[in-house]
């Protein structure tokens, strides 16, 4: 599977993933206009006291720790010359999560867009996340899409300037230590894919994949 292709499929995972969001909005907004015009308000006991655990605009922050390869390939007539980069570094992360419960029940969505910079990259992205409140602990899975900005990162000889577009998929756990503080794991694969990025004098077209843990302190405001 191309990398074009991946991101197409991952671009479309997060626009179904967006509409089934805004449905469960939509939908709980209506459920409560209804139960308003009654003056009568009736939601599950549980959910009531989960509410104040994953429902909210978070501001976070933390470490994220990336093993990967970039792999370069200049067209030079009939042949190529391709470079490959193995990177293992560690760097700093920040992030804004808006989540809210869904269909009346223990599920939660949320949209993350967020930013993290380790050596010779920056990288953007945004994220739809699912999840299922446990009480204090929610397990989620993630998918999304970005773009990193490459600065110097292209093997040992050649040094690659430009953009990637990447798709990810990941899943992780959120820990609610109290109502306004937690903390957040997690995994996931990226995937990239660029052309016309800068090597020296030459363009070329990039391909990368890499691995990413990170673990983030988040505030609700």
Sequence with gaps: ?????????????????????????SSGAMAADKSGLTGILTQPDLRDDKLKHFSGVYAGG????????LDTEIEAGPASIVDR???????????????????????VGGIEVGGSYTEDLYDFYGNLRFGYDLGRFMP???AGVGFDIIDGGGGPVLN?????????????????????????????????????VTLGVLNADTESQRDEVSAQFRLKF
Excluded: C, H, P
């Excluded at 991946?6 to 805004?22: D, E, N, S, T």
């Design 62 to 69: 933390g470490v994220v720790y990336s093993t990967g390869d």
């Design 140 to 142: 989620y899975a993630l």
């Design 85 to 107: 980069f193995d990177f293992d570094t560690t760097g700093v992360r920040g992030s804004i999560l808006a989540q809210s419960y869904m269909f009346n029940s223990n599920w």
């Design 160 to 196: 690659a300037e430009g953009v990637n577009y990447t798709g990810r998929l990941g899943a992780g756990l959120q820990w609610a230590a109290t109502d306004r503080i937690s903390f957040d794991l997690q995994f996931a694969r990226v995937w990239g894919y660029g052309s016309n």
């Design 1 to 25: 599977m191309t990398m074009k292709r991946m991101l197409m499929i991952g671009g479309a995972i997060v626009a179904v993933g967006a509409l089934l969001w805004v449905f469960a909005g």
